[in-house]
């Protein structure tokens, strides 16, 4: 009755107040939380990957040092590296199937030519017990762990992202706020259940 | 797990009570109802109590109980030993803030140590919110593996060639000639060594080893002399928000952590008494080893 009374101009914020809490109930901050998170995943897994590859060229030079004739092995380990890193690693790759495969593919790759190279310096006593190699060989399986973790970390993350894109009530505010936010991918089992390379001492 | 909001056993009686008024409110089916069958319900819940045991395994490892830092689920140490080594991990997160658990597990669960590990570490929170600098030094007898868990934060002094060494050196040494707790206390010394003398032992590596490894530190300093060039390739890449890149980077911010407060004088010169995880998480530094 009384809109225009002191009571009125008091009221006003207090209910702008109330929607935000009541909308921020709803989930309306969710998707960008979430996805904010994932990527932020996203981006730990780039630099697990990326730290592989800065350890690559070490590897390859040590066991050339005592293996020449493994030539066949270290070009694979080489090739496939230099295919890995080609690959333009943007924000954008998560949200398209078709480049997150390659990605992924490739670094696959590159995962069963490392593998191949640490099997083959089995053979070599000498490079076995060479101090460098036993260093890069222990940084190389410590990568391939955090590489393990923090995939398995941004799969969840997604997981999250994905779900609440799809479910009520995040999916009305993906269909209304955030229509530009796509699913992100993800890593295939076959990849994040590959077992880092066995290394023996 | 997820069980202990289950009723307990009650009279069927009693248990249509229980249930008929929640469904008369929902207008459910029949079944439900006071006089049609309330094993039917019953089956149900039965059902579902299976279902989160069987499925409780999968999802979530067991992990024991924080009781301090010494935590022996697998019973190998001997009380001087456990008592010495608490004092020692103490005194090493008085001096650096570094929380350096040791745990020994009876199983590991059927996943490898590495996944253990790291659960582990982020289920305790062990190490500072801000720093997650956390150590675990994991045991696992029944399965011949031992590991260091290295937090995030404590990757750049502890790399996995530094830990490597340490196992292979100090501790695997000593299991396989069945000395569990020496075995221990060498690799624990070793790494306090690593993270109390970083600036010295980078600086002047031959100074101040302990001289019981004569045949395993020249191979460790050098090997260490690898890792630190590859520190500096971890601070090109690992340059992570909130995620300390260094040993040292976070050492000129007061550390504010209320729970991990067990560095304060009082509790942590006991056995146990109030020491718990600051906040610190992992995300699976550090190398392991079997015997």
Not at chain 1, 25 to 33: A, E, R, S, Y
Not at chain 2, 58 to 81: I, N, S, Y
Request: with cysteine; glycine share 10%.
């Amino acid at each position: 009755m009384h809109a225009l009374s002191p009571g009125g101009a008091v009221r006003f914020p207090f209910l702008a107040v109330l929607l935000g809490l009541l909308l921020s109930g709803c989930g309306i901050n969710n998707i960008p939380t979430y996805e904010e998170a994932a990527k932020a995943k996203w981006s730990d897994v780039q630099n697990q990957y990326q730290r592989r590859s800065d350890l690559i060229p070490n590897l390859v030079e040590t066991v050339k040092g005592f293996a020449k004739q493994e030539r066949e092995v270290l070009e694979a380990v080489t090739a496939a590296r230099a295919r890995a890193t080609s690959i333009q690693v943007t924000p954008e790759l998560v949200n398209n199937p078709e480049a997150f495969k390659k990605f992924q593919d490739a670094q696959a790759q590159l995962s069963g030519a490392l593998g191949r190279l640490l099997a083959v310096s089995e053979k070599y006593p000498e490079l076995k017990s060479n101090q460098n190699f036993l260093a890069l060989q222990s940084q190389l399986e410590g990568t391939e762990n955090r590489l393990a973790v923090a995939r398995h970390d941004y799969i969840e993350a997604v997981r999250l992202y994905n779900t609440e894109l799809k479910t009520f009530p995040g999916n009305i505010w993906a269909a209304t706020l955030y229509r530009a936010d796509k699913p992100m991918e993800t890593f295939t089992v076959a990849d994040d259940v590959k077992k880092t390379p066995e290394v023996k001492f | 797990m997820g069980t202990a909001w289950l009723p307990l056993p009650v009279g069927e009686r009693e248990y249509a009570e229980f249930v008929a008024p929640i469904s008369a409110r929902h207008q459910a089916p029949v079944i439900f109802s006071e006089h049609a069958r309330p094993p039917s319900a019953r089956t149900l819940l039965a059902a579902l109590f299976a279902f989160l045991v069987l499925l409780a395994p999968a999802f979530a490892l067991d992990f024991p109980q924080l009781t301090g830092r010494v935590v022996d689920q697998a019973g190998v140490l001997d009380a001087a030993t456990a008592s010495a080594l608490t004092g020692k991990l103490a005194d090493l997160e008085s001096r650096t803030t570094d929380q350096f658990v040791v745990v020994t597990l009876k199983s590991l669960q059927g996943t490898s140590i590495e996944d253990f590990g790291y659960q582990l570490g982020r289920a305790w929170k062990i190490g500072a919110k801000d720093k997650n600098n956390g150590l675990l030094l994991i045991v696992a007898p029944t399965e011949r593996k031992v590991r260091f868990e290295v937090g995030y934060g404590l990757e750049g002094t502890l790399t996995d060639a530094a830990t490597k060494v340490i196992i292979e050196t100090a501790i695997v040494p000593r299991f396989r000639a069945n000395d569990t707790a020496g075995g221990i206390s060498r690799g624990v010394d070793a790494a306090i060594g690593l993270l109390t003398g970083d600036a010295e032992a980078s600086k002047q590596p031959v100074a101040g080893r302990p001289a019981d490894q004569d045949d395993g530190w020249m191979f460790f300093v050098l090997l260490f002399a690898v890792g630190i060039t590859f520190i500096l390739i971890m601070r090109w890449v690992a340059r992570h928000p909130g995620r300390p890149t260094g040993p040292h980077t976070g050492f000129t911010t007061g550390w504010t952590v209320g729970s991990s407060s067990g560095s304060n004088s009082s509790s942590w010169s006991s056995d146990s008494g109030g020491f718990s995880g600051g906040g610190g998480s992992f995300g699976g530094g550090g190398s392991s080893g079997s015997w």
